[in-house]
């Protein structure tokens, strides 16, 4: 019996090939990530504004999450102001980021959902997100 080499293709290790894999659809559909990549690319093409209010809403939930590790982890390392009174690097350098990305899904979010927030949407998050 003659024995068949599969050739196997590798997996995309860096960001750039990823996209590029994506972009080509040379995507092997038998891994979990796989999978879900081909969920959110038929759903942007099938439902685009369901599909984005879903990935909004994700991406929103693990921003929180990350944040509050972060928030954590500047607690448990000591203070979040220093003596100087400077910001722990953690929450100067890292929560800040995670907060902006959160206001700008919910912005979009807002818009998607048809809801108004006067003329400025930004509006109703500025308490929230007050310093950001």
């Given at each position: 019996?003659?024995?068949?080499?599969?050739?196997?293709?590798?997996?995309?290790?860096?960001?750039?090939a990823m996209a590029?894999?994506?972009?080509?659809?040379?995507?092997?559909?038998?891994?979990?990530?796989?999978?879900?990549?081909?969920?959110?690319?038929?759903?942007?093409?099938?439902?685009?504004?369901?599909?984005?209010?879903?990935?909004?809403?994700?991406?929103?939930?693990?921003?929180?999450?990350?944040?509050?590790?972060?928030?954590?982890a500047a607690l448990?390392?000591?203070?979040?102001?220093?003596?100087?009174?400077?910001?722990?690097?953690?929450?100067?350098?890292?929560?800040?980021?995670?907060?902006?990305?959160?206001?700008?899904?919910?912005i979009e979010l807002?818009?998607?959902?048809?809801?108004?927030?006067?003329?400025?949407?930004?509006?109703?998050?500025?308490?929230?997100?007050?310093?950001?």
């Amino acid at each position: 019996m003659k024995r068949i080499k599969a050739k196997i293709r590798q997996k995309p290790t860096d960001g750039d090939a990823m996209a590029q894999t994506i972009k080509t659809d040379a995507i092997d559909g038998r891994t979990k990530q796989a999978r879900h990549i081909k969920r959110i690319k038929d759903g942007l093409t099938d439902a685009p504004i369901n599909t984005a209010k879903a990935l909004l809403k994700a991406l929103v939930a693990q921003n929180t999450v990350i944040s509050q590790e972060i928030y954590n982890a500047a607690l448990n390392s000591g203070s979040l102001i220093d003596a100087k009174g400077k910001l722990n690097p953690l929450i100067e350098k890292s929560l800040v980021k995670y907060q902006n990305a959160s206001k700008s899904a919910l912005i979009e979010l807002l818009k998607l959902e048809g809801g108004k927030a006067e003329d400025n949407p930004e509006d109703i998050f500025s308490d929230v997100f007050d310093g950001c």
